[in-house]
């Protein structure tokens, strides 16, 4: 709760939330409406706990909101998403999105970031110095607590930093910050060109545009649907899937014995009827426990994500913590 005990030291401001975040939006957001033909391509560094570096890329090829390209590439894996009006088609080497995959993608989801969603309520923007500069940083809010703390420069609006806060009887998040600095003039747009992802105070993930130039002959096969590929419905206005119907693992007397604990974690496909499909582990505990996960998971139902009223199907990854603590 460091980033909402330093929110909260602040004087507070006039200028409401909601009229920082569309600012934002309409400032940083560079992959919309207006925004010429370009490709961008960004250097990623994944650090391991041992300190370990794994490099990786990400590259969009832009024409237009109907019409845009982006890969990432990790060592031998790769996602292609071919974009159109209605969503995008998606290829990669597996039929499950890997953790680190899943993480990248929403450190790479800059929009997201100033997306708040139903059910979330911004606080009131409070003044703080940091290192010289004037930020205005305000919380979002939920029904159990604070979900994020976002920050912005004071004279130019851009969003520097976002902080999730750990809650009681939660483990900390993957990603706890998010900073985004080296802002740079893109056409109207002011672009941050260096990412960092911290886990508590350690730098987890690094992104860094080294190259984002104007498309002067567009290749046309770049926006052809990959072979093979599924296509994801999307809209700007979607509705977010809601679990409904939720089913507590059990916890074997066994692995409380041994006092073994921990997060067990599952990619999964909410499907159009709320069902969940394609479960698949993507972080491993012990076998007692990833078992006893699986069988509650598996009983989950959501009401599913929808697009003007109509489900869609959605990737979506499912965290199950076993805690002695809470227990």
């Known amino acids: 709760m460091l980033g909402s005990a330093v929110c909260s030291a602040g004087k507070e401001d006039s200028v409401s939330a909601e009229t920082l975040i569309t ?11 207006g925004t010429s033909p370009m490709m961008m391509r960004a250097e990623i560094q ?24 982006e890969e990432i590439r990790f060592t031998d894996y790769e996602q292609i998403r071919v974009h159109d009006a209605k969503g995008y088609w998606q290829k990669s ?9 899943r993480q990248l993608d929403e450190l790479l989801d800059f929009k997201a970031e100033l997306k708040i969603r139903a059910k979330e309520v ?25 979900v994020k703390i976002l920050c912005f420069d004071e004279p130019n609006g851009n969003l520097l930093n976002v902080d999730y806060p750990t809650h009681d009887n939660e483990y900390p998040p993957d990603i706890s910050r998010i900073e985004y600095s080296a802002f740079r003039n893109v056409g109207e747009k002011r672009v941050p060109f260096e ?33 093979n590929s599924e296509f994801w419905a999307q809209c700007d206005d979607m509705q ?44 491993r505990l012990t ?10 998971v598996r009983r989950w139902h959501y009401k599913p994500p929808a697009c003007s009223s109509t489900p869609i199907r959605v990737e979506t990854a499912i965290s199950v913590y076993f805690s002695l603590r809470y227990s």
């Open 195 to 227: 990412i960092r992802a911290f886990s508590d105070k350690l730098v987890v993930a690094t992104v860094r545009v080294v190259e984002m130039t104007p498309i002067v002959e567009e290749n046309s096969s770049l926006f052809v649907a990959p072979t």
């Open 93 to 101: 080497r597996l039929n499950f999105q890997p953790r680190i995959i």
């Open 46 to 69: 994944v650090f391991d706990s041992t300190g370990g570096v794994t490099q990786a890329q990400y590259i969009v090829n832009w024409v237009s909101p109907i019409r845009w390209r």
């Open 23 to 33: 600012g934002a939006r309409h400032l940083q957001d560079v992959w919309t409406t």
């Open 240 to 283: 977010e899937a809601e679990l409904v119907s939720r089913v507590q693992p059990q916890y074997p007397l066994m692995s409380r014995t041994k006092r073994e604990e921990g997060m067990v974690m599952f990619y999964a496909v909410i499907e159009v009827d709320g069902s969940l499909s394609h479960l698949t582990l993507i972080q």
């Open 122 to 146: 911004p606080g009131k923007v409070k003044i703080r110095d940091k290192e010289g500069v004037h930020q205005r940083c305000t919380e979002l809010k939920s029904k159990t607590g604070f």
């Open 287 to 296: 076998p007692t426990l990833d078992s006893a996960a699986a069988d509650a």
